[in-house]
């Protein structure tokens, strides 16, 4: 069977040449033969994306052991395997070293970056962690390092940014092997500083291993990912990797600096958790915290200028203003955290600030104009706090224009299934229309995952929500918000913000709220004109 064509790799042109020897130095891996002095070029843990000088890592997965998939990485080119002993097993006679370790995704990260150079020593990398604002935040920084002259790039959930080339990114915080192969090719293309958002399950799976972070930050934590996390104290420790390395920890990647927003009280826990081990600045948008839970940089006079805020950001020795094309309160925070990770990278935090007031970050409280006379807005708030602090400010619009807020709104399948009814019952509280739509069921059934939504939402009383009505067709949900809107109002498409495709068994279909939102937009505009 022929050889399919590998997956788009972002790598640097001229590798580094690593000896097999060396790689079974780092290790501790046990050699099945005789090395004969081969060395590899690369280290890849998928089958089709491996190229000639490879060192295949053959991994247990949740569905299949990848060493089942080393023939067609030794067809594509590999010269060595990496896997554990049931992959040795899987494998059998081979004509290549195959290198057995007990635990090899333990080794994956720092072998990663040794094999590349350890690009990420070269960079200045700037993580980002939290469960909301980390996109917000992420462009944020990259706009005010930018601004300061620096070569940036950007690695996160909407996309993949080197030297001004976009790539779309499958997963919020790539794989080891990806991620330092596209830091040695940052570094071969002049690259700086590099902002990276940093999930909960890179940094619990080992993605992130071999990175050295020179700044971590940290938003807020609130519900998500009880689906992958036993609970919140679970969730909580994996972030926390980012801040502190525990003594005799066998991957630490904590940052050399932190900067951590103590709005919440995750945040302040943190804070003094990391307090006397890592330099620490905290951020907050309030002066309700005192002694030694009191800010190092705090947002005074948030105010409204039109669709822009405004609020002064004051730290160490330093007051600049600040404007924001953002709404919403909770942008603030990420506004003021953006501007003290930019100062903790050594960058003028006046350069920053002046730099903030030009970014719009794509299906985050993103409008769509089609010359309504009504707000139109997809925001990719899935989470419940999002919804709220979402809900929260668009509220506010409605309170000054007299008009209505409509919500759609559905939640995500094989995911965290116990923020359905949450979102359901936020969404009622807040919205005078909530219809419950599909988002991305993926392998669920999508009438079930609407069933819980709709619980939480009619477990509010009928006094205190809006009207709830239920529409699966998410573009038919969207047409209904839209129809349903006369001047002075609000809708609101919550939930997959710049995703342009929805998952339903399995298929990914093309689906971009912003297009459909504009086409239902324009349908009315039509309509109206014609009656």
């Known amino acids: 069977m022929p050889v399919q064509p590998s997956p788009q790799a972002l790598r640097p042109a001229a590798p580094p040449s ?48 990848g060493a089942r998939f080393a023939a067609d990485a030794l067809e594509r080119g590999a010269v060595a395997v990496l896997t554990d002993p049931a992959g040795a097993e899987l494998i059998g006679a081979v004509e290549v070293p195959v290198l057995v370790h007990d635990d090899p995704r333990a080794v ?7 094999i590349y150079g350890n690009p990420s020593e070269r960079l200045q990398v700037l993580g980002i962690t939290g469960t909301s604002g980390k996109t917000t935040t992420s462009y944020l920084v990259e706009a005010g390092l930018a601004a300061a002259g620096r070569q940036t790039a950007l690695i996160g959930t909407i996309e993949t940014r080197i030297g001004g080339r976009r790539v779309p990114s499958a997963l919020t915080t790539p794989e080891a092997p990806q991620l330092h192969a596209m830091f040695a090719l940052m570094v071969e293309q002049g690259v700086e500083a590099v902002v990276m958002e ?32 036993a609970d919140f104290e679970d969730y909580f420790a994996a972030k926390r990797k980012l801040f502190v390395s525990e003594p005799g920890a066998a991957r630490p990647v904590a940052a050399q600096q932190c900067v951590i927003c103590v709005d ?43 669709a ?22 909770y942008n603030i925070a990420n506004g003021l955290l953006a501007i003290a990770v930019c100062a903790a990278a050594g960058v003028d935090p006046a350069t920053a600030a002046a730099a903030l007031a030009h970014v719009d970050v794509p299906g985050r409280m993103q409008r769509v104009d089609r010359g309504q006379d009504f ?112 001047p002075g109002d609000v809708v609101l498409v919550a939930g997959k913000g710049h995703e342009t495709g929805q998952e339903i068994a399995g298929v990914k279909y093309p689906f971009d709220d912003r297009e459909v939102l504009a086409e239902a937009l324009s349908r009315k505009a039509k309509d109206l004109t014609v009656s």
């Open 108 to 114: 994956l990260g720092e072998l990663s970056a040794a």
């Open 264 to 306: 919440d009280a995750w945040g302040r826990r943190l804070a003094r958790e990391v307090r006397g081990r890592t330099p620490v600045r905290t951020v907050a948008t309030a002066a309700n915290t005192t002694g030694e839970d009191a800010p190092d940089w705090l947002a005074l006079g948030p105010s409204a200028d039109g």
């Open 375 to 486: 707000l139109a807005v997809v925001d990719y708030a899935h989470k419940p706090a999002a919804v709220e602090s979402v809900i929260a400010t668009l509220r506010a619009y409605v309170k000054d224009s007299g008009g209505r807020l409509a919500v759609v709104v559905g939640a995500g399948g094989d995911r965290d299934a116990g923020k359905r009814p949450l979102m359901g019952a936020t969404a009622a509280r807040g919205a005078d229309l909530l219809i419950i739509t599909d988002d991305n069921p993926r392998g669920e059934d999508p009438a079930a995952i609407r069933e819980a939504i709709r619980g939480g939402a009619l477990g509010i009383a009928e006094s205190e929500r809006g009207e709830v009505v239920e529409i699966g067709d998410r573009a038919a949900a969207v047409a209904a918000a839209v129809d349903w809107a006369r």
């Open 18 to 65: 690593t000896a097999l020897q060396t790689v079974v130095e780092l290790t501790g891996a046990r050699p099945s033969r005789e090395l004969g002095g081969l060395a590899v070029t690369g280290i890849e843990q998928r089958s089709d994306a491996v190229q000639p000088g490879d060192l295949f890592a053959g991994l247990a997965g949740a569905r299949a052991h």
């Open 198 to 229: 940093v999930s909960s399950h890179a940094l619990a799976l080992g993605r992130v291993d071999g990175v050295r972070f020179a700044v971590g930050a940290f938003t807020n934590l609130s519900q998500d990912h009880l689906d992958f996390h």
């Open 308 to 329: 822009e805020q405004i609020f002064t950001a004051v730290g160490p020795e330093t007051k600049v203003p600040v404007r924001l094309r953002l709404p919403g309160s």
